[in-house]
């Protein structure tokens, strides 16, 4: 049985010896008392590199995200969203369970907004309604396979915010692919959200750990409101080494990525129990299968191969690649879809 080549997700990456080293030697102290040189670095590390005043070290991108719009809602209040969108789908209502506010889904492209989509869907001063007053955009959108904001598409939806009064954040789980991949300077996100969730264990690949940024402010109640979540952590700064390396040494190599999953989208085009590649711009590969197929006899199929995916709905198929996929696991992937008898 040859080796799996598990495109499941990106989260499935393990630390390299390089992060490893790097963990080792951390300085840590106890980060509830703030006496974590580590966390407090990466903290401020990432900060700066978006611009933004203060960053918070949490376990999680759930965690930073509902942290983020419970600092920025009241109960009764309501937050707009792509239907599609991680902090509504996957994250096991937690809008309603933390804060209390209800949602509007709208219909991207893709999952992608637009002031003109946004905008109908404000609700009015109306006893009736409940208050908006967050918009959650995310950046690359997952469930729209990878898919990007380009900075003036976000500029747009950030002057309807400002003009409306309400507050604007990021889930930026992947936020270093579509940098990447676009060319877009991070340190502009700072000028357009009130908040940013950025992934460490994504595309960055270290083990765990994701960065909410804001004004101080913020991140004072969001502090707050994490140790009230139960996610205040101790000598964090080993994973906070992860982090900081995977800053340091992870973020350019993303286009390898981005290339490999090109390269499976077109491998895959070429079959005939593949219907349609959606066009890939980073590290996500979603097809839809043949009419004759289930996404899940296609993925079953590949799995015999040592192929690892996951079906994302009955008949679309998802794979992601990461740092733990060489350029000879893609060759090895392509020449094994190609000969795929399903
Ligand atoms: C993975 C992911 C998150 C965070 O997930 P955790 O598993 O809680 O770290 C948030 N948003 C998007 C779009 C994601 O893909």
Known sequence: MEQKIDFRS???????????????????GDDV????????????????????EAGLFCPSGTMTNQIAIKCFTQPMDE????????????????????????????NGERGILTPELIEPEINGDDVHYPK??????????????????????????HNLCAIKGLKLHLDGARIF????????????????????????????????????LGSSSMIKQAR?????????????????????YALDHHVDRLAEDHQHAKALALALAQTDYVAQVTPVETNIV?????????????VRALGRK??????????????????????????????????LDV
């Open 10 to 28: 990106d989260t499935v990456t393990k630390p390299t010896p390089g992060m490893l080293d790097a963990m080792l030697s951390a300085k840590v």
């Open 33 to 52: 008392y703030g006496e974590d040189e580590t966390v407090t670095e990466l903290e401020t590390k990432l900060a700066n590199i978006f611009h933004m």
């Open 79 to 106: 937050v707009i969203c792509d239907q599609t969108a991680h902090v509504y789908r996957y994250e096991g209502g937690g809008i309603a369970y933390n804060s209390m506010a209800s949602v509007r889904l709208l």
């Open 132 to 157: 908006t007053n967050l918009v959650v955009l995310e950046n690359t959108v997952n469930k729209g396979g990878g898919k990007c904001y380009h900075l003036d598409q976000i500029e747009a939806i």
């Open 177 to 212: 692919n579509a940098l990447v991949a676009t060319g877009d300077k991070a340190t502009a996100y700072g000028h357009y959200f009130d908040g940013i969730s950025v992934c460490l264990s994504k595309g960055l690949g270290a083990p765990v750990g994701s960065v909410l």
């Open 224 to 244: 707050r409101i994490r140790k009230v979540l139960g996610g205040g952590m101790r000598q964090a700064g080993f994973l906070a080494a992860a982090g900081i």
């Open 286 to 298: 979603l097809f839809e299968v043949a009419s004759k197929f289930t996404a899940e006899e296609v």
């Open 306 to 339: 040592g192929i690892l995916c996951n079906a994302t709905s009955a008949k679309t198929v998802r794979l992601v690649t990461h740092l733990d996929i060489s350029p000879a696991m893609i060759d090895q992937a392509i020449e094994i879809i190609a000969k």
